[in-house]
């Protein structure tokens, strides 16, 4: 009884403490949802493996850089190009504060993710898809995960 206890509360704080992870089928259904499958060509397979490599599925993940940007969120927008920080020039292209994309219902940054996709080059805008997932087998990042 105690032990059980025990294990509950343990658990309970590991969930808090990670609750700024997506589990990866989760992940999958919201982007199924909000239509990506197959969006400009790419598979919900190619999105999780992009989040995956950028951000290892953590929604409030930052990374900053020397030149005074960062990048934001489980696909580490870049606040250079695509969104508001308020902290150094952005062009801004996608319309919204960086902070947004931190959102853990994830809609303010799948709509700029389908902005940048939709741009020359295509996911390829993603230094890291193009060294980690382009031309790989991607399929078993959807294995077990039911979308529909
Ligand atoms: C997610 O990213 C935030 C900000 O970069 C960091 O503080 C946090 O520890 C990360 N969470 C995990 C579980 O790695």
Not at 45 to 69: M, T
Not at 77 to 97: L, P, R
Request: with cysteine.
């Amino acid at each position: 009884m105690t032990r059980a206890l025990f294990i509950s509360l343990f658990s309970c704080l590991a969930a808090i403490n990670q609750a700024s992870l997506i589990n990866r089928c989760d992940l999958a259904k919201v982007l199924h949802q909000e239509d990506l499958d197959g969006f400009e060509g790419y598979s919900v397979s190619d999105w999780l493996c992009l989040a995956f490599v950028e951000s290892h599925f953590n929604i409030s993940k930052v990374n900053e850089y020397a030149d005074g940007s960062s990048d934001y969120g489980i696909f580490q927008i870049n606040s250079h190009y695509w969104c508001n920080d308020y902290q150094s020039h952005s062009e801004n292209t996608c319309h919204v504060a960086c902070k947004e994309l931190l959102s853990p219902n994830l809609l303010s940054t799948i709509k700029c993710a389908k902005k940048i996709v939709s741009k020359a080059g295509g996911m390829k805008n993603w230094a890291a898809w193009s060294i980690h997932c382009a031309g790989r087998p991607l399929s078993y990042w959807v294995t077990g995960c039911h979308m529909g």
